[in-house]
């Protein structure tokens, strides 16, 4: 696998976005000039380690979603069924069967429209 800084950039541009942060706002978060992390996204500059770690870690990215440019899907799954814990934990016995049967029938209608969107 080869990755280049432009890739990285590019990465890091499209997360930065996709959080809604400006390069100003990235930049004040990790410490730097908002400059620096236009170069960076530009692959007009090498960033330092350190400050590769605090963008990831300022944008919420695994090494593989940065690098590699894919969620890792074990780790993600993980995370989203410990959230989905999070939000029934304090449901009462009746709201969690309703809740059961709503994601049973949205589970059927999105396997649905994913079969339908393949075909």
Not at 75 to 81: K, S, V
Not at 105 to 116: D, Q
């Amino acid at each position: 696998m080869k990755i280049t800084y432009y890739d990285l950039g590019r990465r890091i541009k499209t997360a930065r976005k996709e959080k809604g942060l400006t390069q100003a706002k990235l930049a004040e978060m990790v410490g730097v000039g908002n400059t620096h992390i236009s170069h960076i996204e530009t692959g007009k500059t090498i960033p330092s380690f350190e400050l590769v770690v605090n963008v990831m870690s300022a944008l919420d990215l695994t090494p593989n979603e940065l690098i590699r440019g894919y969620v890792d899907n074990e780790n993600t799954n993980i995370l989203l069924q410990k959230e989905l814990a999070g939000i029934l934990e304090d449901c009462s016995a009746s709201e969690l069967k309703f809740l059961s049967g709503c994601l049973v029938t949205l589970k059927a209608l999105l396997r649905g429209y994913e079969t339908e969107r393949a075909q």
